[in-house]
């Protein structure tokens, strides 16, 4: 089959090794945000019910952005829960890009209902949440549910970064969500950081 779609006969998600273990609820967790000059931080919490026809791999940097909406659509219908937290640029700056991350995540986590089981994670650190939890490398490949929160979290961010493409369009937000491209970096040479640059951020700082 072309594409990067693939159904749940051909590969089968690390969720139902979980499920095989009694945890019935399982939520994923992911991020969008880390790595840009502008902008917050998001991060999505899902808990799909145990049959869907989502795709895997659900990797949200391996689809379009109008495959992405489409999948955001899809997601949100099927899931038993879901919620996106937010963290904005001030408090990245107070508190650093990984503890933000993490921060979104909890809040994310902390708004589903019905609760989850079990929460997986993508990547190595947890955030700060009571609930079971497990951390995968690669999670976003692997699990269905740390997949659907990955599109979640991206296309989330990328209305956001559009909105605010509106309020700053020196800087085209609306074409780099805020990532450090030659034609930011010249955008905030020319025009100094505006309040929603990360001012701790190299590419940013040395122009506050």
Known sequence: ???????????????????????????????????????????AAVILPEQTDLPLPLDSKKFSGARRAELYETITEQALAWHVASVDNHEIDKINILQASL????????????????????????????????????????SLAIGAASILAKVERDRMM??????????????????????????????GPCPIHRKTFKGVKEYV
């Open 162 to 191: 559009d909105e605010y493409h509106e309020l700053y369009p020196q800087y085209g937000f609306s074409s780099h969500r805020g990532y450090g491209t030659k034609k930011h970096r010249e955008a905030i040479l020319q025009h």
């Open 1 to 43: 089959m072309a594409g990067t779609d693939h159904s749940l006969f051909d590969l089968e998600p690390v969720d139902e090794a979980f499920r095989k273990e009694g945890f019935c609820l399982i939520a994923g967790v992911d991020e969008s945000g880390r790595g840009p000059l502008a902008g917050p931080v998001l991060a």
């Open 103 to 142: 921060t979104a995540m909890s809040f994310a986590v902390s708004e589903l209902d019905p609760k989850p089981d079990l929460v997986l994670v993508d990547g190595p650190h947890p955030p700060p949440i009571s609930n079971p939890f497990r951390c995968l490398k690669g999670g976003d490949r692997n």
